[in-house]
Each structure stands twice: as structure tokens, then as C-alpha cells.
Nanobody
């Protein structure tokens, strides 16, 4: 069974940075894409960034382009989300999810596995 474990969330001042990690067990990143989602209170879960297992292409939501960077370390079976210049509106619970299709989708219902989430709080 695939397990995803996120870490790296925390409290940060606006303009600061955090790096989230998504460690996988039971599979490798050759098998599935990884999508980072976030969900703020009262809002729907939204896709933030994805790294495709089929060709390594990365994708970003417009709201985070130029500030967030997704990367993977296959030796550690871990995907990272480097978040720079954080804004108060970035505050949310962040989740990583595995998509066995190998592509990148922003639809939560398309994901096959989820992590438990890590909280990001940004204060101004």
C-alpha cells in the first residue's frame, strides 16, 4: 500500500519561505505523479503544483507561479515544494497526492492516494 507523509509546514511571516516534503513508501515516483493541493478553511481543495511521472514536467497554479517550486529526489523517494515569498492568502492545509495516471490533474477526485496534510500559517 502506498503511504504519503507530508512535513515542513509551520508558522511564517509574510515574505518568508517554507519547504514542504512529501515522502512516499510502497511505491516510487516512477509509478505516479505527485500533486500538491491546499485547502483553506471554508474553501475547496485546490491544486497548487504537480510533477508528472511520465516526463518530469512541472505545473503550477497561476497564484503560485514564480514563487513555488516543485522538485523530486528519487533516491529519497521524496517530492518537495519550495514556497518563497509567502502571502497570508497562502495559509492552508497542504496535502500531497499520488496520481497513478502519470499525468497532472487538478481534480482531487482523480487522485489515488493522499497524505495526512501539513499546516501552513502565514502572518503579516
Amino acid at each position: 500500500e502506498v503511504q504519503l507523509v507530508e512535513s515542513g509546514g509551520g508558522l511564517v511571516q509574510a515574505g518568508g519561505s517554507l519547504r514542504l516534503s512529501c515522502a512516499a513508501s510502497g511505491s516510487t515516483f516512477d509509478d505516479h505523479s505527485i500533486v500538491w493541493f491546499r485547502q483553506a478553511p471554508g474553501k475547496e481543495r485546490e491544486g497548487v503544483s504537480c510533477i508528472s511521472s511520465s516526463d518530469g514536467t512541472t505545473y503550477y497554479a497561476e497564484s503560485v507561479k514564480g514563487r513555488f517550486t516543485i522538485s523530486s529526489d528519487h533516491a529519497k523517494n521524496t517530492v518537495y515544494l519550495q514556497m518563497n515569498n509567502l502571502k497570508p492568502e497562502d495559509a492552508a492545509a497542504f496535502y500531497c497526492a499520488a496520481d497513478w495516471s502519470g499525468g497532472c490533474s487538478w481534480y482531487p477526485e482523480s487522485m489515488d492516494y493522499w497524505g495526512q496534510g501539513t499546516q501552513v500559517t502565514v502572518f503579516s
